[in-house]
Structures are given as C-alpha cells and as structure tokens.
T-cell receptor, first 112, second 116 residues
Framework: DAKTTQPTSMDCAEGRAANLPCNHS???????VYWYRQIHSQGPQYIIH???NNETNEMASLIITEDRKSSTLILPHATLRDTAVYYC?????????????FGTGTRLLVSP | GAGVSQSPSNKVTEKGKDVELRCDPI?????LYWYRQRLGQGLEFLIY????????KSGLPSDRFSAERTGESVSTLTIQRTQQEDSAVYLC??????????????FGPGTRLTVT
C-alpha cells in the first residue's frame, strides 16, 4: 500500500541526467513526496522531499507537477555509484512515529 | 558525525538458537526504528522507540521477537528460537523525533541474518 507507482527499471549513461518518474495520483493535501534509495547491500538512504515546490539539494532535484499527482527525481550527472533502487513514497511530514513503507521502486543502472 | 551503526554485520545461526542484534543510533536522535527486509522485498516495520515512551511493537511478527532500548541510546533486537523464515537483513534507523524540525530516518548498514 505504497500509494505510488514507479517504473521497474531504468538505464542511464554515466555523466548524463537520470530522470526517475513517480505517480502519486491519490496524494492528499498534507502529504509530502519523499525519495530514498538503496544501494546494494546497504541500508536505505534519504535523498530529498518536497510538498509542492521544486526542491534541490546536493544530491538531487525534485520536480513536482502543479497538480501534485506526479513527480520526477533528477540526478543531474549520474555516476556509477548512483546505481541503486530508488523509492518514491508519500507521507505526512511528522516528527512523530512514521514507519516507512516502500513499494518495489525503480532499479536504476548507470553504465559507463 | 557518526552515522547509525549495527552489529554484527553478518550472523549465521542454527535453527532454534537465539540471536541478539545491536543498533547504535546517531547521537541525539530520540527515535529509533527496527525494520526487516527479506531478499528482493521492501521494508517490513518491526518496532519503534521514542524517548522514554512505551515502544510501538505493532510490527513484531511473533512473540519470539523482542527489543529493548536503554534511554536514547543503544537498542537490541532479540529473536528467540530462530526459524528459517527469520533469515533477512535487519535494519535499524534513527531520527531526531518529536520536537525537532526533521523526521527523516537515517539507516544503518543492517545485519544480515541467515538461519540454517
């Protein structure tokens, strides 16, 4: 019950931008879009989150459509180390109890 | 600063034995989570600690599973009489918790448990 849909896999050439889409058509007004990734044999890693405005940090950019029903995570210059499974989730932002529920995510393969 | 650490990184045990897994959260993080991840699957929530409040144990799959946390520091997850279906990676995460601006969870590297 992850409430998001993502492509199963994507390929990207090293140095190019990786654009990972996510659909969240049932998102509520107070729910944020979060992105995590999981590199093989490691724990999940927080990337970025946003509500309705586009966001950018040192790792990635997040573009959210005006109707908030979809978003795109952008890795501007993908490297081999960005090969991972990327998870898009929606949840209310809270400092209290928030168990994470991941869907199947998108397996991104960055090739030389 | 130091991230979340877990030990051991790998544990192989025989069916029926007890195991204890350890998590050291980020210093100052009041919230701590345990998750389980079976091969090729998503995260399965197990238990949540927040400060001195009673833990949320709603995700523990059976009474063979238990967890403790001393104050806002180390936590241990204990699995008694292990079964083969307990084989998984056990992940610990911490967050700044109540009263802070962030709720994002930061994960440790996990403990890979194999029950033979």
């Amino acid at each position: 019950d992850a409430k998001t849909t993502q492509p199963t896999s994507m390929d990207c050439a090293e140095g190019r931008a990786a654009n990972l889409p996510c659909n969240h058509s049932t998102i509520s007004g107070n729910e944020y879009v979060y992105w995590y990734r999981q590199i093989h044999s490691q724990g999940p890693q927080y990337i970025i989150h946003g509500l309705k405005n586009n966001e950018t940090n040192e790792m990635a950019s997040l573009i959210i459509t005006e109707d908030r029903k979809s978003s795109t995570l952008i890795l501007p210059h993908a490297t081999l180390r960005d090969t991972a499974v990327y998870y898009c989730i929606v949840r209310v932002r809270s400092t209290g109890f928030q168990k994470l529920v991941f869907g199947t995510g998108t397996r991104l393969l960055v090739s030389p | 600063g130091a991230g979340v650490s877990q030990s051991p990184s790998n544990k192989v045990t025989e069916k029926g034995k007890d195991v204890e897994l350890r998590c050291d959260p980020i210093s100052g993080h009041t919230a701590l989570y345990w998750y389980r991840q079976r091969l090729g699957q998503g995260l399965e929530f197990l238990i949540y600690f927040q400060g001195n409040s009673a833990p949320d144990k709603s995700g523990l799959p059976s009474d063979r599973f238990s967890a403790e946390r001393t104050g806002e520091s180390v936590s241990t997850l204990t699995i008694q009489r292990t079964q083969q279906e307990d084989s998984a990676v056990y992940l610990c995460a911490s967050s700044q918790g109540v009263g802070s601006a962030e709720g994002e969870q930061y994960f440790g590297p996990g403990t890979r448990l194999t029950v033979t």
